[in-house]
């Protein structure tokens, strides 16, 4: 379990991650950080006692670490979580910027029908910077914004697409094969299907859209940077996001279970998600049917490598009615 922070590497007891033993420890090591640099705001304030709390207080499993396919750059531990950093923070190698968020999303789809039976199906990896990304970015500046301006710290739930078209391959099959990530890409032909048009022709939309906006994942975050080790670090961080994320599973332990006569409150749909993860999800709809589901993290370190840390939503909203939910079988 390489490249985890101090406090959480002094948790590991047989290659399993423990809760820290108090939340002084988890304090104890972010005064040891740069957000010891700068007073943080109230906002600033609020938002790092409730990440510092999940760490000390959520389940082990819930914050997931990653390793790299590639050979990406060191980042320092412990590392600044992102969404929660009070200074801004130039090595965007280590720290997601602009914002931070990320939301992995899933998809139930059963007309036509996409992936196995009992499983939801992976939509993607999304990036939801802050607004500041879409006019000139505070974090290139090298100063702390006014207060009341938008600020390096803000997730606000908007996000910037199509970052790099440079980037943008058509040929993420071929790349996954030529790094030997057959496993991955055979998982992907099963749990990251489209159900119109090609599982290709879908990759290569996520990867354009979203990937190419997370930082960490830019050509000079490897030192010895070979085309494609990008593309293969994303799809591996969102595949082994996705295998700790059975919607599936977790709706069936509350008796919500595909029907075709059964209905659900949102309620009971979103309870149900919040209950092994202890955060809350981001639930869609169409024409009343439950259709897709948004989890969201912010990442300590790089998407590569980083710590994945459950967040509430920010900035979203769910759009299923409150009563009536269908959840269609896939049939």
């Known amino acids: 379990m390489a490249n985890l922070p101090p406090l959480l590497t002094s948790n ?31 906002r600033s304030l609020t938002k790092f006692a409730f990440g510092a709390a999940q760490f000390a207080f959520l389940a082990p499993q819930n914050n997931v670490a990653l390793a790299s396919q590639a050979s990406s750059v060191s980042c320092p531990v412990p590392g600044v979580l992102s969404c929660h950093n009070t200074t801004v923070q130039t090595n965007t190698c ?96 099963i749990y990251w299907p489209s159900n119109s048009g090609t599982a290709e022709s879908f990759w290569e939309h996520e990867w354009g859209k979203h990937g190419t906006c997370i930082s960490t994942l830019e050509k000079k975050c490897y030192p010895s940077y070979t085309a494609g080790s990008e ?55 169409a024409s009343g049917a439950l259709d897709e589901i948004w989890y969201f993290y912010d990442v300590q370190g790089s998407v590569q490598t980083g710590m994945f840390v459950p967040q509430n939503p920010v900035g979203a909203s769910s759009n299923c009615p409150a009563m009536g939910v269908k959840y269609l079988p896939k049939a």
């Open 231 to 285: 593309v293969v670090d994303f799809f591996n961080t969102t595949v082994n996001l996705f295998k700790t994320l059975d919607s599936y599973s977790f709706l069936a332990a509350a008796s919500i279970l595909p029907s075709t006569t059964q209905t659900y409150t949102s309620a009971s749909i979103l309870a149900a998600l919040q209950k092994p993860r202890g955060v809350s999800a981001i639930i869609q709809c």
């Open 94 to 189: 280590c720290f997601n910027a602009p914002g931070g968020q990320l939301l992995q999303t899933q998809f139930w789809d059963t007309n036509p029908v996409a992936g196995p039976a009992k499983s939801w199906t992976i939509h993607g990896l999304w990036y939801a910077p802050p607004l500041s990304n879409l006019s000139p970015s505070p974090f290139l500046t090298n100063k702390l914004t006014p207060f009341s301006s938008l600020r390096p710290d803000r997730c606000d739930g908007s996000y910037a697409a199509n970052c790099d078209p440079t980037r943008a391959y058509t040929n993420i099959t071929a790349i996954l094969k030529s790094f030997g990530a057959t496993t991955l890409l055979n998982y992907m032909t």
């Open 12 to 42: 590991l007891e047989d290659g399993v991650l423990k809760a820290p033993s108090s939340l002084s420890s988890v304090l104890e090591s972010i005064r040891n950080s740069s957000l010891a640099d700068a007073m943080p705001s109230l």
